[in-house]
């Protein structure tokens, strides 16, 4: 048994550039790096059976009226074959959603923090981007099912994947008077953890969402990380959940806290302005005999950011299997 899956995320270009057209269009992503990275996966001899784009798509974070423009948008990129050829690959695309597509941003004088769930956010994500969600998922059911419903598990071959959600709308509260971001439904995934563990067939477990719980090799309980990570991490170890693929963070990061176990690895540089000194993919392909490969490929990012480099070839920047035992080959920025 042999499955190919490749993922990144933050591809939305930077707010001083919406409505640049040498940098996106009415979708709101870096065009450049975007066209390039669907066409290299298209385009490879052994594609992947599955591709999870991890949030950030569109710039949105400030209203439901620029949400709804730009997600439409997006989807009509991704569906013209001359832009996207993954749209006719037939590579399985899954699209979690990112803070720019949940919360909204603002400048009241509220300290360490600017960033609010928007109503209304998960309906119009649902609207356009219900495509790209596996139709044999299993899903929250119960109270707030409605707000849950991007958090998700399903499986293909001998891997279990549950895909969070990491920020689910939670209603403003007289304690929490715009509501709360970070947050994901830790109980609904640490069980499903555990009964993809308890499954014979599943041999490999990945946890999948926009934000990170390690950046840097630091724990984060705050706006780069999730709240209930000192909960859920644990249980990711316990249960030998082989890695946490994560974006958020402008960079590409892997890293092994603990120096044994599961892993965080965290690919947001597929086109939005930040640490990222090149912009690509990160695939992982699981070997018949059970060993985990991964490999995260790119190419130098331009000046600016959004310039498309043909010059610069993609190539590989981190390579390793990962390893239940510590792993010796260490990623180096």
Same mark, same amino acid.
């Given at each position: 048994?042999?499955?190919?899956?490749?993922?990144? $995320?933050?591809?939305?270009?930077?707010?001083?550039?919406?409505?640049? *057209?040498?940098?996106?269009?009415?979708? *709101?992503?870096?065009?450049?790096?975007?066209?390039?990275?669907?066409?290299?996966?298209?385009?490879?001899?052994?594609?992947? @059976?599955?591709?999870?784009?991890?949030?950030?798509? #569109?710039?949105? /974070?400030?209203? *439901?009226?620029?949400?709804?423009?730009?997600?439409?948008?997006?989807?009509?990129?991704?569906?013209?074959?001359?832009?996207?050829?993954?749209?006719?690959?037939?590579?399985?695309?899954?699209?979690?959603?990112?803070?720019?597509?949940?919360?909204?941003?603002?400048?009241?004088? #509220? %300290?360490?923090? +600017?960033?609010?769930?928007?109503?209304?956010?998960?309906?119009?994500?649902?609207?356009?981007?219900?495509?790209?969600?596996?139709?044999?998922?299993?899903?929250? @059911?119960?109270? +707030?099912?409605?707000?849950?419903?991007?958090?998700?598990?399903?499986?293909?071959?001998?891997?279990?994947?549950?895909?969070?959600? *990491?920020?689910?709308?939670?209603? %403003?509260?007289?304690?929490? %008077?715009?509501?709360? /971001?970070?947050?994901?439904?830790?109980?609904?995934?640490?069980?499903?953890? @555990?009964?993809?563990?308890?499954?014979?067939?599943?041999? =490999?477990?990945?946890?999948?969402? =926009?934000?990170?719980?390690? #950046?840097?090799?630091?724990?984060?309980? +705050? =706006?780069? $990380?999730? %709240?209930?990570?000192?909960?859920?991490?644990?249980?990711?170890? /316990?249960?030998? #959940?082989?890695?946490?693929?994560?974006?958020?963070?402008?960079?590409?990061?892997?890293?092994?806290?603990?120096?044994?176990?599961?892993?965080?690895?965290?690919?947001?540089?597929?086109?939005?302005? $930040?640490?990222?000194?090149?912009?690509?993919?990160?695939?992982?392909?699981?070997?018949?005999?059970?060993?985990?490969?991964?490999?995260?490929?790119?190419?130098?990012?331009?000046?600016?950011?959004?310039?498309?480099?043909?010059?610069?070839?993609?190539?590989?920047?981190?390579?390793?299997?990962?390893?239940?035992?510590?792993?010796?080959?260490?990623?180096?920025?």
């Amino acid at each position: 048994m042999f499955i190919v899956l490749f993922f990144f $995320g933050c591809n939305r270009v930077d707010r001083h550039q919406q409505g640049d *057209t040498t940098a996106t269009n009415a979708s *709101t992503a870096n065009l450049s790096a975007m066209k390039r990275i669907w066409t290299e996966v298209a385009n490879l001899k052994r594609k992947p @059976e599955l591709l999870f784009f991890l949030g950030d798509m #569109v710039l949105a /974070e400030t209203d *439901t009226i620029n949400l709804n423009s730009q997600l439409k948008a997006w989807v009509k990129l991704y569906n013209n074959s001359n832009f996207s050829p993954i749209s006719t690959s037939g590579i399985e695309t899954v699209a979690v959603p990112g803070n720019h597509e949940m919360l909204y941003w603002h400048d009241y004088n #509220v %300290p360490k923090h +600017d960033e609010w769930p928007l109503k209304g956010a998960t309906k119009i994500w649902m609207k356009y981007m219900s495509n790209f969600m596996p139709k044999d998922r299993i899903y929250v @059911e119960g109270k +707030d099912s409605i707000n849950n419903q991007m958090t998700f598990a399903f499986k293909r071959k001998n891997i279990g994947f549950i895909v969070m959600n *990491t920020d689910t709308y939670n209603t %403003p509260t007289k304690e929490n %008077p715009y509501g709360l /971001e970070g947050q994901i439904p830790t109980d609904w995934i640490i069980k499903k953890v @555990e009964a993809y563990k308890k499954d014979k067939a599943i041999e =490999h477990i990945f946890v999948l969402g =926009h934000k990170p719980y390690y #950046v840097n090799g630091k724990p984060h309980t +705050d =706006h780069q $990380g999730i %709240p209930d990570g000192p909960i859920l991490w644990p249980k990711l170890e /316990e249960n030998e #959940v082989v890695a946490m693929l994560s974006a958020h963070v402008h960079d590409y990061q892997r890293m092994q806290p603990g120096n044994k176990g599961t892993y965080q690895v965290i690919a947001g540089n597929s086109g939005s302005p $930040g640490s990222a000194t090149f912009f690509g993919y990160t695939k992982i392909d699981i070997m018949s005999r059970g060993k985990v490969k991964l490999t995260a490929m790119g190419f130098d990012v331009g000046n600016p950011y959004y310039k498309a480099v043909p010059e610069n070839p993609s190539t590989v920047r981190d390579q390793t299997t990962l390893t239940w035992s510590q792993n010796s080959n260490l990623y180096q920025n």
